[in-house]
């Protein structure tokens, strides 16, 4: 892994100028993909919505792969942050009248104290005990919102979030749009920076980390923090393109939805957890295309194609990519 | 509270946590030796519950005899399911990396979970207890039912067997080898590959027992598999990963805890397993009768 890593950083000034066309060419479809759909009407209304979703989603995804990828920690409660997120965005502009702004910003400032609080126990703990803390409480959470009726509004959810006039879908996926590649280049400094090369060593070997005085623990629960911060701005962004907050936002099942996406995008890479997300979101909508009945059974389908990433590509589609395209580099 | 009623809840909180200690224990076991925690061990118990169901249909209920064939069957079937994803499936991710060992049981318990959806649907279902069982016991003036003294007879027989098995068969000497010292088995020419699919069979099995004795306890729904492998999780944190005995006080507890909560604060009941295994995870990260392991 390491070796790779120093490849493909070596190799990044020669395929520099065709991996630059490659992008701005896709941020330009980006930007101009609303405009398009929404000349289709109620198919383009609907895939627009389905896009936001996707580029949110993203967001969650690359927010736990700084913890999974590049931490090499296996959280199961990612979905808690994602939730307090969504659910302060929902009582901020539900019960507090406030601006939409101002719930935005303050739902990762919000996730990122309760990632602060649940992390400090948590990264105590290594590999399975880690996992297992992890989920206890993401469920406490959910367990929390489902029951605290007069509060949360147990299992019903809070709806009917005001929305402000002028964010139509395509104004609302562009906001998302924007906010998620600010998000992302942030994050791309954080995993780049001597911080970020400081949570690989943590990954690596943590015995060798403690070694040359890096304070694995503290380390670990600040990129968990990081990480907290950017899944509640993802939850909150949910929540104003939903209009509602429900307990499933917490559940852990959401946190695996994340986990799957960082796993057949491919972890090792910083832009995999995006596309496995996109890509098994698509999937979803495809399937529900096809057939209504095929989506009773896409936990099916989703297992089907967890099984064979775990056992075939490890490294997911990114690392099938380089497979196939970069194979006389790699050596 | 009265006496009786004290008496009615502690029992039902005891066949509970037997149960789960049968299914825990199958976990436990299976850890120790696979190092693998096993998302999907909750469907194993869940389809075991549902084939019990399936079974009792095509059987004349009300017998003992009818009961005593889905004990009988029902274990061995799951077990062989096991079999049938071990060697495709496990064998290939010994040794790896612990996320996708998770990852992979995780996808394992959304198909697993996802087919008994498709089979037996959403409904609630229960198997009706033979005549025999059906009905209660006096204990020293308490009437306690039946099939409660039953399970609760049954779970300490299960935890004898499992210990003659593991500490005084050969076979239990090899699982607990295993456990212990996988690479001087091997080079001791036993074949730990087979161990190991004998180890993760016999959870496999448990998990399927427990299923059958939980058919008759209580209504089955598509939720009791999730509702388990938490409740497992529970258990082996706080009787630590690997550890039988650790795995019987866990379930007793975790099965006592419950029923007791469950009356004046049915809200506190769910949480109650989380909360048990946050506390253990902080405070004594190994559980009450593991190691820790650096």
Redesign the interface.
Known sequence: MNLKDKNTRMLKSKSESKHRVVVIAFLISVFILPFVLNQLGRTGEFWIWVTTEMVIMALFATSLNLI?GFGGM?SFGHAAFFGVGAYTVALLMKKAGAPLGLALVAAPCVAAVAAAIIGW?CV??I???F???T???G??LY?LAF?WYTFTGGDDGIHGIPKPAFLGPVNYYLLCLIIFLVCLLVMRMIVNSSFGLSIRITRENPERAKFIGINVRRYQLINFVIAGFFAGLAGGLFTELNRFAQTEFLHWSKS?DA??AC?VGGMYSFIGPAIGSSVLIFLHIFIQQIHQSLV?????F???I??GV??FA?EGLVGLYDKIFKKSRAS | MTIEFFFFILINGLSEGMILFIVASGLSLVFGVLRV?NFAHGSFYMIGAFLAFSLSTLLSGGFLISFLLLMLLVPPAIALLGLGLEIP?FR??YG?????Q???T??????L???C??IWGGAIRNVARPEILAGSIDFFGQYLPTYNVFILVMGPLIALGLWYLLHRTRAGNLIRAAVSHPDMLGALGVNVAKVMTGTFMLGCWLAGLGGVFMSALANIDLGIGMQKI?EC?AVV?IGG?GSIGGALLGSLIIGVGIAFLQLPLS?LA??FP??V??LI??IR?WGLFGKPER
Do not use: C, S
């Not at chain 1, 009773?296 to 099916?300: K, L, R, Y």
């Open positions: 999974l296996v126990f105590r703990l590999g399975l005990y996992a297992i803390l989920l206890t409480f469920q406490l367990m029951q695996g986990i799957f796993l009773e059974i896409w936990a099916i989703l297992g089907l967890l099984l775990v056992l490890p | 925690i499936l290939r991710i790896k990396e612990h996320l996708l998770l990852l992979m995780y996808a394992l318990l959304l198909i979970d996802d087919v959806r498709v938490i999780f944190v990963l809200r769910i949480v989380y909360i295994m946050a995870l902080i990260p």
